[in-house]
């Protein structure tokens, strides 16, 4: 079973970046395929990103194309998200999760890391 901690949250300004990571232990990091979610107050949580375990593949949610990149480092069993040109509609508590199938549930989460932009 896989553990996941998040880190680099906090407060910026909008067009401004942060970068998000996702620290795994207890389980073979590779071997998952993860993702990164954010629920704004108020809002139902959404998905913003995928990666497969290998990190080849990538999907994003269209609000954040072209803006948001995922990516993973097995080596170091953790995952990224760099997130510019953040507007303040970004604003959430973002979550990673891990899933073991491309189509399986995510069955393990972080504990959510806080994201916010001003405008």
């Known amino acids: 079973q896989v553990q996941l901690v998040e880190s680099g949250g906090g407060l910026v300004q909008a067009g401004g970046s942060l970068r998000l990571s996702c620290a795994a232990s207890g389980g073979a990091f590779s071997n998952y395929r993860m993702g990164w979610f954010r629920q704004a107050p108020g809002k139902e949580r959404e998905f913003v990103a995928t990666i497969s375990s290998g990190g080849a593949r990538t999907d994003y949610a269209d609000s954040v194309k072209g803006r948001f990149a995922i990516s993973r480092d097995n080596a170091k069993n953790t995952l990224y998200l760099q997130m510019n040109s953040l507007q303040p509609e970004d604003t959430a508590v973002y979550y990673c999760?891990?899933?073991?199938?491309?189509?399986?549930?995510?069955?393990?989460w972080g504990q959510g890391n806080q994201v916010t932009v001003s405008s």
């Open positions: 999760a891990a899933r073991r199938t491309p189509l399986g549930k995510y069955a393990y």
